[in-house]
């Protein structure tokens, strides 16, 4: 009989009462705002819509006491997004649940 090995894998999300808030896709479009300093160049990166990232960001900033993202306007050169020391915060936080849930799966595969 041939001996099957198994892999465990999954993907970690951090939810506000049962309501899935945050995921790799939206920490990866903070660090996106963070970098471009513009929702617009960050939503197009990860090729969607405009109102798609505005949403989500939206979304984030009145579920969570301060905000995440704080936009501004633009008018001819276009407006600016800046990642707040909240948001920074939130992303360290994710990436290291993430590592710490990242080597739980190392770990624990070998007993499988």
Wanted: net charge neutral.
């Amino acid at each position: 009989m041939k001996e099957i090995t198994f892999k465990l894998n999954g993907r970690i999300w951090m939810e506000i009462d049962g309501e899935q808030m945050l995921g790799p896709g939206r920490v990866e479009l903070l660090e996106r705002i963070q970098a471009s300093g513009s929702l617009r160049q960050a939503a197009i990166q990860m090729k969607m819509s405009y109102k798609q990232a505005w949403d989500i960001i939206n979304h984030l900033n009145s579920q969570l006491d301060a905000p995440v993202v704080i936009s501004h306007r633009g008018g001819k050169g276009g407006g600016t997004a800046v990642v707040t020391d909240q948001g920074i915060q939130l992303i360290q936080e994710f990436h290291c649940l993430q590592q710490k849930f990242h080597d739980f799966l190392i770990e624990n595969s070998k007993n499988v």
